[in-house]
């Protein structure tokens, strides 16, 4: 962190300032110019608050070096993080799709979904039991009952499952569940964070929609403080002015998580976009940019889907865009 | 709900969604016209999900016309809502400040703040217990030891108590605790909302950093629709491509809500800004544009405060904004 | 500007950094510490592209402690700027109100509210000659046609005028308008900037509707660097993803715009919430923020306007705004 | 364009209304409900200002069906538009790169990109004469001098050239060259639009930094307007929250401006994330979302480029984008 002084300081202050950094074991090395002195703080500052510092009667400006997470930082982990979801690989040389209904409906429902996106080819099962809807009087997920219908397909299919929680409260439900989703609106429930950092389940941890992307490398590091470091991250657009689409795909989080970041990213075409007829153009740019996987929703009907039906593909679709997804890697 | 047909829509899918509708109770109103057909629909469609019907194929555009929200809904509701926080009132011709620490630090810390509140003229007491912080190394509140605090100085001062309460869990210290606040970052944790619409509990809802009027509204009827119909407003800025404050303070958002809503409206100068230097004449727009109260951190030594110093008022800077505050409120 | 090297950098690189440097008249303090080396640039930095500083190899990180702008600066110019408008003052102490129809429609339209504008209290008549329309076939405005009537109007009320430029082949048809009227659509227009830069006439720059406070000030700075320094930005509202009203009225602009700059600040509530019935609340919050003016848009029969009805107040609700601004005007 | 009536409106001002839109070539078809009373507005509603409308006393509210351009939209033209630069065809199956550097900068630097970006593959060359810059004090750009310098380049190479039009005053000195570009700041500049709607060159939009699409489609309707058929789109990122890149490339524009428009439509990675090491991941994704192009900057020697040098591609960079992309392009 280096912090530049006011012209006319009070050396008073300075003394304060010098004896609080070090109770936080931080050294100041002053460096006095002509026209500005700069401190520089030596030593782990990733819990020295900017906000705080820049306050300060005396203090001009300040600008931090060092990225304030650690865990999640590329920095002291050069080597790609592969997460294993029961089996399944995520991360570096693995590319893996999820995918699935938005919202588990039935039984039936979820069988048809889940043996035909196996067939195409995803390797995980996504759908939610838990829902977060914007209005009380929508649809909220069959919760408690949709895991063991999760269950159930994952036996029949054999791949793994990832679904959304929504409160500490549920987590028991969520035993057997391969991989916990936390949604964009949880991506700041902090102390939800901290109760999945003691967890040692794969979490797949959705953006915020309108985190910046050093906030969500935050959130990943308050589960990764806790002692999880099993966690992916999956892009799914932030909220611009833009109305064309439900949300704006920051397709560039894919390259600006690889070079921050040791953590697997994923995209999701579906949330992002809001529009099935945009799904498989950005699974394409997505996977062409050099994301690590991919989360589709599907649906046996679409046009009758509980949740979501606007964004879902159809079993045709989806089968069709992962032919075109596995194009693009094969040449990427 | 207006439903616009494409021009050579199937009679048999129409038919379809005639009789889902009539499933959900509401009704086609049918007009044929040359270039287009047009549905009406007729009867509560506040539980209808427009993406769904927007998705049909034989469907061009939707358009609502009945907001959303019904039991927040000034067309509903006509009278302004007043919330009574251990008599102290909110709304209609009652204007309350809340004021106090971000953070509740020490006894002796809330006290100094406390009395210098309240002799300032502010009628609530905030104070931050459990802290939602960016980052799992800062400082993230007293938590379970702050809440004893905040109910002694209330005691000491006779100001009732304002504090963030984070998740379900908590519920239970904040039993005597007189308004729950419910934080931007938890304005869409569902399951919190529906858990705090089981209480009788005066809540003030702030808005989430990135939520549009409607979504507020929305979460704001997510608890009165579990009967808790003490909600309040609290506008604290939201984010934009703007850097030169911490958030831009939606002031619009004031006459907005009165507009659709009965439930009182409050503005946070301090979170919305950032920097104290710009919380006084926000506070004065705020008040001008007509806010029910307002909501703003004070501490005894902002350098020192543990928690977002840079944006809380010294005592004297308070009881100056209040006198100033006092001005507009007394023409206005 | 503070420059912080990479921890291992190439010396040769930082004697080609420092000879180009000196090219600008900057010079180059270098503070060498354990963990990092940091140079302070010193001299006008102001011509120094901070992004090509950043992307040279050695460079870890910039920090720009001067602001790019100078003449709009309130750091090399204390005093708050008074503008002169044919006789009228707009900045310091002086508050002035600037209100008339979005396009001047017709002699008899312009007469009745110039007339009314005046009575009411306003000081300056605004009215949109040029228009600049989001559609090719939507009203386009009285183009040349409507300078001299607007010039009328000013014989006929004595209320100096202001009205907006949009190209420079139209400057000969301004030279007997008082003040010229940049749009938000051309902030950045630069070619136009530096062309009025060479005139003496007042200039009112709106901000443009994605555009930072920063980059405002520099598009001021254009035009102060031409000699022409009578200045007066706008606040007109900004884009955000709230679509309850047109733009976002960044009030919070007010005060921080009296920081950096000398240079007076005025707020449109028209174009700001787009709405007639959020003008007023707006128009009395930007006045207890402390603009030193307002921009309104009153029609004679805002229903049938050519242009922007839908934010345009009537004659009456103008002249009952203009009461309460004076009221908070009298306590602020 | 569909009206929905207030529930208890006065029926003359419907037949104000009804006479004014018949003024306007526009018939009202009338659907009497139950709840509620619905206009169908028949005929050509392009030129009908929605907000006028919607601002009548009797309107709840307003919905466009028929988009507000007709030139650009694909309804009309079904088929893909191909713009032909030169020989260089850009549109449906014709993919073209246009490379070259940010600024010309001399006649040496200018030769060699415009040389190694055709050996790498690119068909035309771009590089900016007039430059726009957010500083008074930034190197503007060598300006008329810059032309004969492309020109140059041309005869040299043989790659048709493309450069930034700022100011209708420059026209002249464009004559000789290919394609124009209206640049992100003049999206808007409508009196430029008019102008160059006049000329038969070739027009390369690119789209404002908080433009939304339908109001780029309506820029490119202005030009198409006046007679100028031969405009390309291109997406150069917008503005957003996000720090991490200097803008958010919006990669979703491709497959909405595919349905919406006929038009070409390429990508700028370099603008839209501003960062070197991001553009070829970006260049990648939008070839797999299906753009007809890409337009990217090149420099000989970025960290001495006099202009976003940052975002520039070296020469050796550039070439293997390109192999890259035509990997993508190969199985796309």
Redesign the interface.
């Known amino acids: 962190m ?1 912090v ?1 002084l006011k012209p006319a300081y009070d050396p008073n202050q300075l003394e304060v300032l010098r004896l ?1 950094l070090e109770e936080q074991n931080v050294h100041i ?1 002053m ?1 006095q ?4 002195t ?1 401190l ?1 703080l ?1 030593g782990d500052t ?2 020295i ?1 900017q ?2 510092v ?4 005396i203090v ?2 300040v ?1 931090r ?1 060092q990225e ?1 997470y650690k865990k999640a930082n590329r920095k002291f982990h050069p080597q790609d993080t592969v997460v294993d979801i029961s089996g399944v690989k995520v991360g570096a040389g693995h590319f893996a799709v999820m995918a699935g209904p938005c919202s588990v409906e039935s039984h039936d429902q979820l069988m048809i979904v889940a043996k035909a996106v196996k067939d195409a080819g995803a390797s995980i099962l996504r759908g939610g039991a838990y829902k ?8 909220q997920g069959m919760r408690e009952l949709g895991i063991p219908l999760l269950l159930e397909a994952r036996k029949e299919t054999g791949l793994p499952i990832v679904t959304e929680l ?5 987590l028991d439900a969520f035993a057997d569940v391969d991989c916990i989703q936390i949604g964009a ?2 991506m ?7 109760e999945i950092g003691h967890s040692k389940k794969p979490i797949l941890l959705k953006r915020g ?2 985190s ?4 969500w490398l ?1 959130s990943a ?2 589960i990764m ?2 002692g999880n470091e099993n966690v992916i991250l999956c892009e799914r657009g ?8 439900r949300n ?9 998580l690889h ?1 921050l970041s040791h953590l697997p990213v994923i995209v999701d075409p579906s949330h ?3 529009f099935s ?2 799904v498989t ?2 699974a ?7 994301a690590n996987g991919l989360m589709i929703e599907v649906h046996n009907d ?2 009758r ?1 509980l ?4 964004q879902s593909l159809t079993l045709e679709q989806f089968a069709n865009a992962m032919g ?1 997804v596995n ?2 890697l ?3």
Chains 1, 2, 3, 4 share one sequence.
């Open positions: 280096i530049m609080w090395q460096n110019g002509i026209q500005s700069v520089g030596i990733s819990a608050d906000d705080l820049e306050q300060l009667e001009e400006k600008t070096v304030p977060p809807r914007t209005s009380p009087y929508a649809f929504m409160d500490v409260s549920q609106r949880n700041q429930n902090f102390e939800l964070l901290k929609m309108s910046t992307i050093q906030e935050m590091e308050y403080a806790g932030i909220r611009t002015f833009e109305t064309a689409t704006i795909c920051d397709i560039s989080a894919v390259p600006v070079e992002s976009t809001g007829r945009y153009p950005m394409l740019a997505a996977t062409a940019a050099g679409p046009p889907a949740c979501d039906g606007p075109l194009n693009i094969a040449v990427r």
